[in-house]
């Protein structure tokens, strides 16, 4: 298990990569308390991240981000199910590897674009091709930040089974 200092897991990856469904998943098999950073974004905004991003831009949203991951990194035995765009900013990467274990979910975007529902992605709204935009520039930055990366590039209809190998992927860093 962690030690003390390090006890909070940061799942990250692309928007619709199964990061929220997996760290839930994970934090009720090791008994730790999820949080959806989106979420928590939304319930302190009283906004729709697409609101958010609408009336204040995506400079303003990346601030509460920034400021939302500082306050759950400080919560002890925490999954914390990042936004895709959180490693965006060095600080963001930097605190996460300093206080706890960062986890990558690589899924290919090409599978994501497939499952995706695009009128619930603020940044791809627009278009499809926006995820394999944002995969290539947040990919490198996604790998520095990371301590372990599940490959997941398959997609079990089962998500037990999805999880069971996600666990065999990241259990023993945890």
Known sequence: MMNDLKNTIFVIGLPGSGKSDLSKLLAEYINYTFFDMDKVIESREKKTINKIFEDRGEEYFREVESDVLEELSNIKNAVVSTGGGAILKEKNRALMKERGIVIFIDRPAELIVNNINVSERPLLVQDKNKL???????????????????????????????????????????
């Open 132 to 174: 394999i935009e944002l995969s290539k520039k947040r990919d490198a930055l996604y790998r520095e930040c990371a301590k372990v990366i599940f490959n997941h590039n398959t997609w079990d209809n089962d998500i037990k089974e999805t999880f069971k190998k996600f666990y065999e992927c990241v259990g023993s860093y945890i």
